[in-house]
């Protein structure tokens, strides 16, 4: 039973919750770039081994989503991401995996390698791809595919936030909080004093601070903002935390209620760089720095830079004998033998040109020279 059950058992009866994922997802030392950077208790938290058909942090909180998909009847799943998102993706996976459909809309970003391998696994687990050029373009088209959806099956498609992030979702990261107090129990690692997280659409965080704080911890969230700041920011931090909170409250009133002093709420904005998606060379810096160290694949877009605002702290506050966590949020597993065969004529026209042109300059082609220790994971 996970964590949060196991200390709830109401909440087990109220939520509906379906099992995708490998969890506990495990603990590492790493000692190698502990000892690079000047830090002798730093561990990682494998999410991105989350899943076996596909890891990452948006397993967690399908877990949760789809269940009241589910629950709700739903046969349809429709979903928002940019063009390359993990999120669209592990829903495309997970939706085919429990025979939902999935409608993906998806806004232009800037190109890279794992955009042209998200698009070509969330077309083999026939997802439906829809591309725009920004919000506003997207709005119209959405609605009108909302209805015509009704009409045609007589039930508007489940509709999943951008990331996952709505307090259904963000409850998978606050049993994620469990799951740690559980491991640190078991002596896997001492509590730590910080734990790093790249922050998106915040979900990810915000159940993680709530998990830890009700489970007694005291470990202080980072959170690495690596999106424009009108979708992660404070006040928006703080409204999902209440509402997350409040979700889980209602359901079972036992649940502390715990609180945020503002200081809590710890965001580094300083390493997002110019736009969402587009890589920076501190980030790439520390993806190169961990690929070597430890073998671990970090990605361009969140875990580097959330990685590079990690060693800053560590380099610029003397962080060296605080126990410092890593939370990988970004998928471990290998589907390259998934997509081999897949065609890019065989998407929509317009994903045509993240495989016609070029990809960023940064996003070099370490990829293939580093073999992460999981990757044969299937
Ligand atoms: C989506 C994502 C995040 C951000 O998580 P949020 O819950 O949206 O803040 C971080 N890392 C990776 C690899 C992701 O795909």
């Known amino acids: 039973m996970i964590p949060l059950f196991a200390q709830y058992p109401s909440l087990k009866e109220k939520i509906p919750y379906v099992s995708l994922g490998e969890l506990p997802t495990p603990i590492e030392h790493l000692s190698k770039l502990g000892m690079e950077i ?18 990452g942090n948006k397993i967690r909180k399908l877990e949760f989503i789809l269940a009241d998909a589910l629950q709700k009847r739903a046969k349809e799943v429709l979903t928002f991401g940019f063009a390359g998102s993990n999120h669209a993706l592990a829903t ?7 025979k939902l459909k999935c409608l993906s809309m998806l806004l232009a ?39 015509g959806r009704f009409l045609r099956h007589g039930k508007f498609p489940y509709i999943i936030l951008p990331g996952g992030s709505s307090p259904i979702g ?50 202080h969230v980072v959170s ?49 760089g110019e736009q969402y998606a587009r890589f920076t060379d501190q980030g790439m810096a520390a993806v190169n720095l961990v690929a070597k160290s430890e073998k671990i694949r970090l990605d361009g877009t969140y875990t580097g830079k959330a990685m590079a605002a990690l060693i800053d702290r560590v380099r610029n506050h003397g962080l060296i004998n605080e126990v410092i966590l890593f939370w990988n949020t970004y998928n471990a597993r290998d589907f390259s033998d998934t997509i081999k065969d897949v065609d890019y004529h065989q998407l929509p026209g317009c994903f045509h040109r993240y495989f016609e042109e070029d990809v960023q300059p940064l996003d070099k082609h370490h990829w293939s020279k580093v073999k992460s220790r999981f990757s044969q994971v299937k």
Do not use: W
Not at 38 to 55: A, E, I, M, T
Not at 180 to 194: A, N, V, Y
């Open 224 to 272: 690495v903002r690596v999106v424009d700041d009108k979708f992660g920011n404070k006040e928006k931090f703080i409204k999902l935390f209440r509402k997350t909170l409040a979700l889980i409250r209602s359901l079972d009133p036992s649940f502390p209620h715990v609180k945020i002093a503002d200081d809590e709420v710890d965001i580094i904005h300083n390493f997002f």
């Open 170 to 219: 963000a409850v998978g990261y606050v049993n994620a909080g469990f799951e740690l107090k559980e491991q640190i129990e078991r002596g896997l690692l001492p509590e730590p004093d910080q734990v790093f997280v790249p922050l998106g659409t915040m979900g990810t965080a915000v159940g993680l601070l709530i998990g830890l704080r009700a489970a007694g911890l005291k470990t």
């Open 109 to 147: 970003q800037p190109n890279a390698q794992y955009v042209r391998r998200n698009l070509q696994y969330s077309h083999v687990c026939g997802a439906e791809l829809h591309h725009y050029k920004n919000e506003l373009a997207m709005y119209m088209p959405t609605l009108v595919r909302l209805f």
């Open 92 to 98: 495309a996976v997970y939706a085919y995996k429990m």
């Open 38 to 55: 000047g830090v002798d208790h730093l561990y990682l938290k494998h999410d991105g081994l989350s899943g076996s058909l596909y890891g």
